[in-house]
């Protein structure tokens, strides 16, 4: 079936440091791919989505091109903040978008 | 406009009991999913609910019900509750247009606690 598999975190970075969360994926057919990002204590909020190949979804700082050749989606910051601390969660949809399928979360650190 | 709204915020209950958990989707919104997610992990889909019919459920038991109403609100309903079922429970809410939804988007989500 459908899966996402992300880099293991908990993810330590120096403020104005340069992120790279991994995101992999399997999937039938051609899936949407999106980032979610949680705060403490907080429902998800969408970052990011990309529904085709070589889209590249960007917001905030944060990009994500859909690589499908790699079958990634990979997230990137070129300047992380302290408030950037959070969860990232990578998901997919296929088969018109009913149902999220999510990685397990990379857990992002800031420190000033 | 207001977001995803969901209620209660927090929920104690104990095994074997019932609970019911609420959820009201962003205005114009038709369809709406429940996630579970338990403490350090992704979401996992629950069910999918559009125009009032259900359109996808997910590896749960029968245990977990739900269903949507003419204003497109939606209850979850979990009986004879494990000490598993605690977690976050996530309702989110998406735009559709004949088969295919929108990104969707998540309220704040119900802590439910078994003991």
């Known amino acids: 079936g459908d899966s996402v598999t992300q880099m293991e975190g908990p993810v330590t970075l120096s403020e104005e440091a340069f992120l790279t969360i991994n995101c992999t994926y399997t999937?039938?057919?051609?899936?949407?791919l999106f980032w979610y990002v949680q705060y403490p204590g907080e429902g998800l909020q969408l970052l990011l989505k990309?529904?085709?190949?070589?889209d590249k979804g960007s917001n905030k700082g944060f990009e994500a091109t859909y690589r499908k050749e790699t079958t990634s989606f990979h997230l990137e910051k070129g300047s992380v903040q302290v408030s950037d601390s959070a969860v990232y969660f990578c998901a997919l949809t296929s088969r018109g978008g009913g149902k999220l399928i999510f990685g397990q979360g990379t857990e992002l650190s800031v420190k000033p | 406009d207001a977001g995803v709204t969901q209620s209660p915020t927090h929920l104690i209950k104990t095994r074997g009991q019932q609970v019911t958990l609420r959820c009201s989707p962003i205005?114009?919104?038709?369809?709406v999913s429940w996630y579970q997610q338990v403490l350090g992990q992704g979401p996992q889909f629950i069910f999918q609910?559009?125009?009032?019919?259900?359109?996808g459920r997910g590896n749960f038991p029968d245990r977990f019900s739900a269903r949507q109403f003419p204003n497109y609100s939606s209850e979850l309903n979990v009986n004879a509750l494990l000490l598993g079922d605690s977690a976050l429970y996530l309702c989110?809410?998406?735009?559709?247009?004949?088969?295919?939804?929108?990104?969707?988007?998540f309220g704040p989500g119900t802590r439910l606690t078994v003991t």
């Open positions: 989110a809410s998406s735009s559709q247009t004949g088969t295919v939804i929108y990104e969707q988007y």
């Open positions: 999937a039938t057919g051609y899936p949407s």
């Open positions: 205005s114009g919104h038709k369809s």
């Open positions: 990309a529904t085709k190949a070589d």
């Open positions: 609910y559009y125009e009032k019919e259900e359109r």
